[in-house]
C-alpha cells in the first residue's frame, strides 16, 4: 500500500513539475568589477556626453561611442535607444536613454523593460552612478526586465529559439553596491515577477487548458516548498453545505463543477486578523443563458484575472516572506449556457441568506464574489478586505487600459489606492459607489438584482458591497480594462498583464510596515 502510495505520488509530482511557467524568468548576476571586453552591452546613457564605468568603456574603444552618439545626435531622453553592430572588439552596442529627471522605482523599472524590449542575448548592462535615491536601484532595473521579458509559446510547435537563446545566460549587472541589488533581488523583487508570470500563465491559458480543477492544479505545486502556508480546496459538497448558491449557480451550465480555493499565508502573529484578497475567477465567460456576441468572445479565458493576480499576489509575499497575515479567496467557475444553467430572472440564495434575482446571466461575477466575501468575512474575520474582478466592460470603457477602476464606501481610501497604484506602476482612478447604487439594486420578489438600470461598474460594486460589512475597510477593483493589453507598455508585453500583483504587492508591502 505505501509503496502504491509513493508511486502515485511520484507520478503526479512528476506531472506537475511539467507545469513549469509557460516560459523561463531571466537570471541576473550583479557586478562591479571586470568591465566587458567584447560581446554585447548596453550602456545608460543620459547624453552622448558618458559618465563612470560607460566612459571608460567608451576609452577602451577610443572614443568610438561618443563619437557615434553625437553623430546620431543622442539625446539621452527616457527609453530612446541607438543600437550600433560595428563597435569592436564589442559585438553589439546599445545605448539607452535614461533622461535627466531623478529616476523613482517606477522608472527603474521602465528602464529595465526597455533594456530587455532592445537587447536579445548574454548582455552585460552598464548602469553605474544613475541618478536615483532608490536603494538597490539594479534590483530594480532587473524587475523591469524581468517583468518585460515575459512570453508564452509552450502551444507554438516549434518556438523561435533564435530570440530566446541569449536570455538563459545570465544578464549581467554592473551597478554600484552590486550585494545590496543582489539581495533585493533575489530575496524580494524576483518573486514579485515570478508572481507576475504565474499569473499571465492562468490568464493566458485557453479555456480548454484552465478550468475549476486545473487552475488549482496549476497553483498547487508553486507553494509547495513555501513557509507558512495553508490551502483550502472547496469541492461542490462544501460549497453547498456553506449554503454558497450563487457561486454554484454560476456553475451550473457548466460540465465543470465549481471550486473555492483559499490559500493562508501567515507572515506575522497568529492572533493578528489577516488582509483578505478575494479575485474573480471565471475560468471561461460565455455570458450563459445571456450569450455574450461571438466577437472578441475568446478574450473571456481571461475572466479569471482577479483569481489569477491573488494566486500570484500570495506567491509573491510568501516567498518575500512579508511580515503579515493573507487569506487569498479564489471562487472559480465556467459561465456556459445549458439546459440546466441559470436563467435571468431566477432567484438565488447566498451565503448568509440573502437572495439575489439574477438580471443577467452575464453578471456573473458578483454572484462568485457575493459569496466569496461572505466566506471570507465568516471565517477569517479580516480586518480589511479587497477584491478584484474583471467585472464590467463598462469599467473597461471608462477607464481604458492604463487605469483600474477602484471603487470604496470611503473617499480617503480611493485615494490612498491611487497613491498605491502610482508607487507599484499599476495605477487605479475611483469611480463612484454611493446610497443610489444599492437603492438601484432593491428587487421586487428577492433581496436585491444583479443588475439594474444601465448597469455599470459602480452597480456591479454595489452587488459585491451588498455582502461587505459596512464598518469592514473595503476596495473593489474593477480590471476589465487593464488586465489584457492590445499594447505593450515598458514593463508588460502585449497580451495578458498579471495585472494586479504588483498593485496588490505595493499594498502588502505598506501594510506590513504598518505593524512593525
Ligand atoms: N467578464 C465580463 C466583463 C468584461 C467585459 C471583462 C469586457 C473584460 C472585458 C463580465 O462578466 C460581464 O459580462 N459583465 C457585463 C455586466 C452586465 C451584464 C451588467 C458587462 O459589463 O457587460
Ligand atoms: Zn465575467
Ligand atoms: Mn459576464
Known sequence: MYLLKSIIFLAVSLMLSHQTFADKMPEFQFHSKDLPKSGDIVIIATSSDLIGK????????NNQISIALSKHEFSGDFGNALIFNAI????????????????????????????????EGNTVVIAEDLNTNVLAAGAHIAKGFALKNYK?????YKADS??????????????????????????????????????????????????PDTFIERVLPKFSNVQNIKIHIMKEDEIRREGMGVLLGTARGSIHDARMLIIEYNGAEKEKAPLALVGKGITF????????????????????SGAAAVAGTLLASSKRGENINIVGLMPLSENMPAADAIRPGDVLTSM???????????????????????????????????????????????????????????WDLSMRMMKIGKNSGEDVWPLPLNEGHFEQIKSNIADIVSTAGRPGA??????????????????????????????PTPTTPKGHAGWGVRFMNELIREEANKLE
Not at 172 to 201: C, F, W
Not at 361 to 376: K, N, S
Not at 379 to 401: E, K, Q, R, V
Open 54 to 61: 560607460s566612459a571608460e568603456i567608451d576609452k577602451f574603444v
Open 88 to 119: 569592436s572588439p564589442f559585438h553589439k552596442v546599445t545605448i539607452i536613454g535614461a533622461g535627466t529627471e531623478e529616476l523613482n522605482k517606477r522608472k527603474l523599472h521602465d528602464l529595465g523593460g526597455h533594456i530587455a524590449s532592445k537587447s
Open 152 to 156: 508564452f509559446e509552450k502551444y507554438k
Open 162 to 211: 533564435s530570440k530566446n537563446d541569449l536570455k538563459t545566460l545570465p544578464i549581467i549587472m554592473h551597478v554600484n553596491e552590486p550585494d545590496k541589488s543582489d539581495q533585493n533581488y533575489h530575496n524580494d523583487l524576483v518573486h514579485v515577477v515570478e508572481g507576475t508570470y504565474l499569473a499571465r500563465d492562468l490568464g493566458t491559458e485557453p479555456g480548454n487548458i484552465i478550468y
Open 285 to 304: 465567460d460565455t455570458g450563459g443563458i445571456t450569450l455574450k456576441q461571438n466577437s472578441g468572445m475568446w478574450y473571456m479565458k481571461s475572466d479569471l
Open 352 to 410: 448568509g441568506g440573502k437572495t439575489i434575482e439574477i438580471g443577467s446571466t452575464d453578471a456573473e461575477g458578483r454572484l462568485q464574489l457575493a459569496d466569496a466575501v461572505q466566506y471570507a468575512q465568516k471565517y477569517f474575520n479580516p480586518y480589511m478586505l479587497l477584491d478584484i474582478a474583471t467585472l464590467t466592460g463598462s469599467a473597461s470603457s471608462a477607464m481604458g487600459s492604463d487605469y483600474g477602476a477602484v471603487l470604496t464606501r470611503d
Open 458 to 487: 459602480s452597480i456591479g460594486a454595489a452587488v459585491i458591497g451588498t455582502f461587505v460589512d459596512e464598518n469592514l475597510p473595503w476596495v473593489h477593483l474593477d480590471i476589465a480594462g487593464v488586465d489584457w493589453r492590445d499594447s
